[in-house]
């Protein structure tokens, strides 16, 4: 068994660069019935690149601080990645706290994104 | 979008969270009835298998006191399994500062009973 976490790792390494060059190469990583909740609203095949291009800031740059890999389930290869980091946006100095988890399935020798559920985290 | 599948991950979801987070700060031996054999914890990067091994972790915690933030839920794949992600923010005894968390749950229908689900993964981080 290939192992998860090296996967987890290489997709989040990707995931983020891509995001913070040019979110509009993330389309290929999702197909038309995966699903997105963002901030609680939810979206669903090519609008979730959509709202990633909407979003309202010009640079954005993400700091990933823990990632957790499991099986989603045992009998296939489904995996579950589990990120926390931080986000800064254009000027801002003060970094926000995100949370993301991604349910990846394997298609071919890769993998696309079948569900992804972010928020930012406050709280104090 | 499958609504009949999204309204059931909303319900499930709906009935999880606070029961989770109740029973964890006021019955925590209850806890090991939402765990199967091959249920897998993560906490902050240590991995615990099994029911008894998790709840039995579990109960080492000081008295905590969980509020939840915001939940989200999303049916998986070909399956009736459930993703249920929750941030929020707990005190431990009488710590005075409270931890922010995040927490993602896999949820999946107990074979005997349709409607009742245990927690295939469980994995905590800090934030």
Not at chain 2, 25 to 34: E, S
Not at chain 2, 80 to 86: E, F
């Amino acid at each position: 068994m290939a192992d998860i976490n090296a996967i987890a790792k290489s997709f989040v390494d990707f995931y983020y660069s891509t995001f913070d060059r040019n979110r509009a190469e993330l389309a290929p990583l999702y197909k038309e019935f995966s699903m997105m909740s963002f901030e609680g609203q939810q979206f669903r095949g090519a609008d979730i690149v959509e709202k990633l291009q909407s979003l309202p800031f010009q640079r954005v740059q993400h700091q990933v601080v823990t990632v957790d890999a499991q099986p989603s389930n045992p009998q296939a290869g489904p995996l579950l990645v589990t990120v926390t980091g931080r986000l800064l946006v254009d000027d801002e100095q003060n970094p926000q706290h995100f949370s993301q988890t991604f349910q990846l399935v394997p298609e071919g020798t890769s993998y696309f994104v079948f569900n992804d559920i972010f928020r930012l985290n406050y709280g104090f | 979008m499958n609504t009949q599948l999204l309204d059931v991950s909303s319900r499930a979801a709906d009935t999880f969270v606070p029961a989770f987070y109740s029973m964890f700060d006021r019955q925590r031996h209850a806890l090991a009835n939402l765990y199967g054999e091959t249920s897998v914890l993560v906490w902050n990067g240590n991995t615990t298998q099994g029911a008894a091994a998790i709840a039995r972790s579990y109960l080492d915690f000081p008295i905590s006191d969980h509020e939840v933030l915001s939940y989200d839920c999303q049916p998986l794949t070909e399956s009736s399994d459930i993703l249920v992600t929750i941030s929020g923010n707990v005190r431990y005894g009488d710590e005075q500062r409270r931890k922010l968390f995040h927490q993602s749950f896999v949820l999946r229908q107990r074979p005997e009973s349709k409607g009742n689900y245990f927690i295939v993964t469980d994995t905590f981080r800090f934030v």
